[in-house]
Structures are given as structure tokens and as C-alpha cells.
Nanobody, 126 residues
Framework: QVQLVESGGGFVQPGGSLRLSCAAS????????IGWFRQAPGKEREGVSC?????????DYADSVKGRFTISRDNVKNTVYLQMNNLKPEDTAVYYC??????????????????WGQGTQVTVTS
């Protein structure tokens, strides 16, 4: 069974940085698209970023995070990262990574993904 585990969340001051990790067990992330999503209390889930399968590797970002967040893969560690810089209070949310065994092309649409991690909380506050 596909399992995704996020880590790296925490408390950070505005302007600070965090790096989230999405690690997989029992399958190889390289062959599939990975999406990062977030959900703040009372808000809909938002597709933050995605990366296509390794042969393509194209990426996409929500306008709200462009220029501040970077998604990347470490194929040796079977992990996808979301580097988040210049964090703002509005970035506060639970962040999830997701994948789907039928999806190789980057997508920020949550309906495209069947497998989700448990989430990691990011709180940006002074």
C-alpha cells in the first residue's frame, strides 16, 4: 500500500523558512506526480505546488507562493521537498503531499490524487 509521510512543519516567524519533506514507503516517487496542498481552518484545500514524474520534472506553483516556494525531488532518498521561504501569516495551514499511481503529469487539482499523507502543521506567527 502506498504510504506518504510529511515532516518539517512547525512554528516560524514571518519572513522565515521551512522545508517540508514528503517521504514514501513501498513505492518509488520518481515515477509519479507529487502534489503539495494546504488547508487552513475554514478554507478550502489549495493546491500549492506539484512536480511531474522524474522523466519530465516540470513544476507548477500557485500564484500565492510563486517566487517563495520551491518543489524538488531527491531520488536517492525517495523524497520530495517543499522549500518555503519568506513565509507569511497567510501561509499558516496543514500541508499535505499527495500522489496517484495513474498520474505522471504535474497537477494542482486535488481530485487527481488518491493517496495522501497525514499532514504537517505550518504556523507563521510573530
Amino acid at each position: 500500500q502506498v504510504q506518504l509521510v510529511e515532516s518539517g512543519g512547525g512554528f516560524v516567524q514571518p519572513g522565515g523558512s521551512l522545508r517540508l519533506s514528503c517521504a514514501a514507503s513501498r513505492f518509488t516517487l520518481y515515477y509519479y506526480s507529487i502534489g503539495w496542498f494546504r488547508q487552513a481552518p475554514g478554507k478550502e484545500r489549495e493546491g500549492v505546488s506539484c512536480i511531474s514524474s522524474g522523466g519530465d520534472g516540470s513544476t507548477d506553483y500557485a500564484d500565492s507562493v510563486k517566487g517563495r516556494f520551491t518543489i524538488s525531488r531527491d531520488n536517492v532518498k525517495n523524497t520530495v521537498y517543499l522549500q518555503m521561504n519568506n513565509l507569511k501569516p497567510e501561509d499558516t495551514a496543514v500541508y499535505y503531499c499527495a500522489t496517484d499511481l495513474n498520474l505522471s503529469k504535474c497537477s494542482r487539482a486535488d481530485g487527481e490524487y488518491d493517496y495522501w499523507g497525514q499532514g504537517t502543521q505550518v504556523t507563521v506567527t510573530s
